[in-house]
């Protein structure tokens, strides 16, 4: 591509990206899935804005698979490793190898030569990490049991990848082919041709040997020479400049670029300079990433497809199947309870991303056909669409009707004397508080609704009872007939304001004290008639204020004082904005408003006189107690 050429498949890239990948993520079904629709509507069978030469994209856009590899290895410091060892490399190890082996099976059923079935099974096996986190975080369940269980097969698979790399070209049924790096780099030879056996190994081992040495002993001084000269530019031009050469050694050696990569960022991981080469590195990585799954989404054949769509939802069924079921296998065998191991096998049950980097590069090596690898890449991007769908069945049908009865295999426990305050919730709110009520002498019965968390903390000497706090009769039997004071600390909100409604119906009495994450849900709290709403991250950013006022010279009681006014204004405004919230226009206006007041307030205290600063301490309260005392 070149002059108008080259900027106008820019644009219609760029534009492409900007348009399908927002609202896939408002669709919540991620950026890379958005990045894919983007490329089937751009392309051959969609508007047919790319043609032949998204091939030629789809290969310089690869090098953003090598940077990726690159940035996964910076975050897997050895001692993070060798901490996850046992799930990462057990029931990672597991349900990679258990389902590689039952596709490879499977295909070679359907008639497909060893060595293809071997490559089809090891790719398959593969999911998609950037849906699964993203999924879970959005739910906030990375670190339930089976959030933290998937992020553990998860890392052993993008681990996996590397060899994968390397497996492949060994199963190719002609000659073996460079990778597209060498090529670009010696378009007739590399440095291992023409050596024998022992001298390719030697060159390899070498090659590995320099990562490794450079990488720890030489590359932390040329980076602490470079970092001196204080120009960003360059140092985001030596982060390339690795990632590129080292890549190109690899190539020219006979191996992945991306295994090369990978292991120079282990080796970078626990370098000082880690955090700015990922900063330089990502929006490469990211960029180039992009192009490539719009690449990919505009090779997808609809032709193919459309000839034989019984094939690919068959393809789709299957592979969702077998995963599914030798995710639940290993979930029981690993001792899950039933609800986790459901969010655990919904997760994962789909193809993943590096599928489409492995059957371009399986495709490339001719280990699989042109045909197949159309079908298999359509099927791959249709079951992950499909994960959104899958957990949304999770969560709505299978988990309220089925999920919950191991949990109720656990009756909720007794609660023989009523206390004064109820604690819903025994997490980063609710714990602290509980603590400080504690060592006050003040009784309080804890309900937490995860079961694992409760036996955890009576192991560490902590009364808590296991139940469902929106439950009338749990919170009949928590004594809160008698109590004075119900502290809503759950991190399900849709739960909490249920519980919220349920005792405001039945126990008027109670005092409610509840914990927000966030101005919206203390919106929500206040509009359900709460009067007593505590943003968790709303006193802390107070005092990282006057901290800060005071790192710059402000005095202790005027940066106390500006603190204090600050709190009330925006406990005031909190309320008022929480009426308007439904009309954005009337919201905005009246949001505006606040601030500049705020600020003008801020300025007017900083004309006054110091002695009248000193009120800051709120001598004005001490004298009131004082006097009434």
Not at 379 to 392: D, E, G, K, R
């Amino acid at each position: 591509m070149h002059g108008q050429g080259f900027f106008f498949q820019a644009f219609v890239y760029l534009g492409a990206a900007v348009v399908a990948v927002p609202i896939a993520k408002r669709l919540g079904l991620g950026s890379v899935l958005g990045y894919l629709l983007a490329g089937m509507a751009i392309g051959p069978f969609g508007l047919g804005l790319i043609g032949a030469e998204g091939k030629d994209v789809m290969h310089f856009a690869e090098f953003g698979v090598v940077m990726m590899l690159f940035l996964i290895g910076l975050e897997l410091r050895p001692s993070l490793l060798w901490r996850m060892r046992g799930p990462i490399v057990g029931l990672g190890g597991l349900q990679l190898g258990v389902t590689a082996a039952l596709l490879t099976a499977l295909s070679m059923a359907a008639g497909y030569t060893w060595n293809t079935a071997l490559a089809i099974g090891m790719i398959l096996a593969l999911s998609s990490t950037a849906i699964v986190l993203q999924t879970l975080a959005e739910k906030g369940l990375v670190n339930s049991d089976g959030g933290q269980s998937a992020f553990s097969v998860l890392l052993f698979q993008d681990i996996a990848v590397i060899p994968m790399l390397a497996i492949l070209p060994l199963l190719a049924l002609g000659p073996e082919a460079g990778s597209q790096l060498g090529e670009q780099a010696d378009h007739s030879s590399s440095w291992v041709d023409g050596l024998p056996a022992w001298g390719q190994t030697l060159a390899v081992l070498g090659a590995v040997a320099g990562i490794f040495v450079g990488g720890r002993y030489l590359m932390r001084p040329v980076f602490r020479f470079i970092a001196r000269t204080r120009q960003s530019e360059i140092f985001t031009a030596a982060a390339l400049l690795l990632v590129i050469g080292i890549a190109l050694l690899m190539a020219q050696v006979g191996l992945s670029p991306a295994l090369g990569t990978f292991l120079a960022g282990v080796v970078l991981a626990d370098s000082e300079y880690r955090h700015e080469l990922e900063a330089d590195v990502a929006p490469f990585k990211a960029l180039l990433l992009g192009v490539f799954f719009i690449a990919v989404g505009a090779s997808v054949d609809f032709g193919l497809i459309l000839s034989d769509p019984a094939r690919v939802v068959a393809l789709v069924g299957a592979l969702i199947v077998i995963k599914f079921a030798v995710l639940v296998a290993l979930g029981r065998f690993y001792g899950m309870s039933f609800d986790q191991n459901l969010l655990f096998a919904f997760s994962l049950a789909q193809g993943g991303e590096f599928a489409f980097v492995l059957f371009s590069f399986a495709a490339q090596q001719g280990v699989i056909d042109s045909e197949t690898t159309q079908t298999l890449v359509a099927a791959v991007a249709v079951s992950m669409a499909a994960t959104p769908v899958l957990m949304l069945l999770n969560d709505k049908l299978l988990q309220p009707r089925f999920g919950t009865r191991e949990q109720r295999e656990r009756e909720p426990d007794a609660m023989e004397e009523s206390k004064p305050v109820i604690i819903a919730g025994f997490g980063r709110v609710g714990g602290i508080v509980g603590r400080l009520l504690r060592a006050n002498g003040i009784g309080t019965t804890v309900l937490e609704f995860d079961s694992d968390h409760v036996d955890l903390l009576r192991n560490l000497g902590l009364e808590v009872y296991y139940g469902d706090a929106s439950r009338l009769d749990l919170l009949r039997s928590a004594g809160a007939d008698k109590a004075e004071v119900i502290l809503v600390a759950i991190d399900d909100h849709a739960r909490a304001l249920s519980l919220i409604e349920t005792i405001q119906k039945h126990f008027p009495h109670l005092t409610i004290l509840a914990r927000a994450r966030g101005r919206v849900e203390a919106y929500e709290l206040l509009e359900a008639g709460v009067p007593h709403v505590y943003r968790e991250t709303f006193e802390t950013s107070l005092q990282m204020g006057v901290a800060a006022l005071r790192a710059l010279g402000v005095r202790a009681h005027h940066a106390h004082r500006a603190a204090q006014k600050f709190r009330r204004h925006d406990e005031v405004s909190l309320r008022e904005l929480a009426a308007l919230r439904h009309d954005r226009g009337q919201y905005l206006s009246a949001a505006r408003e606040h601030i500049r007041f705020l600020e003008e307030t801020m300025q007017q205290d900083l004309t006054r006189p110091d002695d009248f600063k000193d009120l800051g301490w709120d001598a004005e309260s001490l004298r009131r107690e004082a006097d009434s005392g």
